[in-house]
């Protein structure tokens, strides 16, 4: 793999995103552990994602026999943001903070099986090698700023939907 591929960095966060939801679901009440790890993981996945959206999906967007999918994974981007704020304005030492942790962690690692299997294979058909190295390199560059802004933003689903 060249180290210019976008499809292989995006995959490399994800597989650091399993690795600490596995790590957090094993954690509990609120301890010390769990909050520190929730919120590496708030900074990380709110980054990850608007950094993704901005090299790989502003891109996909333009080329139209990728724009279901690409709409598609921005509205789960979307759902998946609200769902961290949700996390983060429930109680840590009940027992629904990790129920609603568990069903977050299934939909997220389905978001992700689903941009590294399905997504991801169809939009490589449509880049250019040129259009790929464009891409990591604005990831890179964005991944870091957007990770340094983002922000753990305790807001209850229902207060979302209003």
Same mark, same amino acid.
């Given at each position: 793999?060249?180290?210019? =591929?976008?499809?292989?960095?995006?995959?490399?966060?994800?597989?650091?995103?399993?690795?600490?939801?596995?790590?957090?679901?094993?954690?509990?009440?609120?301890?010390?552990?769990?909050?520190?790890?929730?919120?590496?993981?708030?900074?990380?996945?709110?980054?990850?994602?608007?950094?993704?959206?901005?090299?790989?999906?502003?891109?996909?967007?333009?080329?139209?026999?990728?724009? =279901?999918?690409?709409?598609?994974?921005?509205?789960?981007?979307?759902?998946?943001?609200?769902?961290?704020?949700?996390?983060?304005?429930?109680?840590?030492?009940?027992?629904?903070?990790?129920?609603?942790?568990?069903?977050?962690?299934? =939909?997220?690692?389905?978001?992700?099986?689903?941009?590294?299997?399905?997504?991801?294979? =169809?939009?490589?058909?449509?880049?250019?090698?040129?259009?790929?190295?464009?891409?990591?390199?604005?990831?890179?560059?964005?991944?870091?700023?957007?990770?340094?802004?983002?922000?753990?933003?305790?807001?209850?689903?229902?207060?979302?939907?209003?």
């Amino acid at each position: 793999m060249s180290n210019d =591929d976008i499809f292989a960095r995006l995959k490399e966060d994800h597989d650091n995103h399993r690795q600490l939801l596995a790590t957090i679901e094993q954690t509990h009440g609120e301890s010390a552990e769990r909050k520190d790890l929730f919120e590496a993981l708030t900074y990380e996945l709110k980054g990850h994602a608007a950094a993704e959206e901005q090299a790989l999906y502003s891109t996909m967007m333009r080329k139209p026999p990728t724009t =279901d999918e690409t709409r598609h994974s921005v509205a789960e981007h979307h759902e998946i943001e609200e769902m961290l704020n949700d996390l983060a304005a429930t109680d840590m030492a009940t027992g629904a903070w990790l129920t609603k942790f568990k069903q977050f962690k299934h =939909d997220y690692l389905h978001h992700i099986d689903e941009e590294e299997e399905d997504h991801f294979p =169809d939009f490589k058909k449509h880049l250019t090698a040129a259009d790929e190295q464009h891409m990591r390199e604005v990831f890179e560059r964005r991944k870091k700023v957007e990770e340094a802004e983002a922000e753990v933003t305790p807001e209850k689903m229902e207060d979302a939907k209003e």
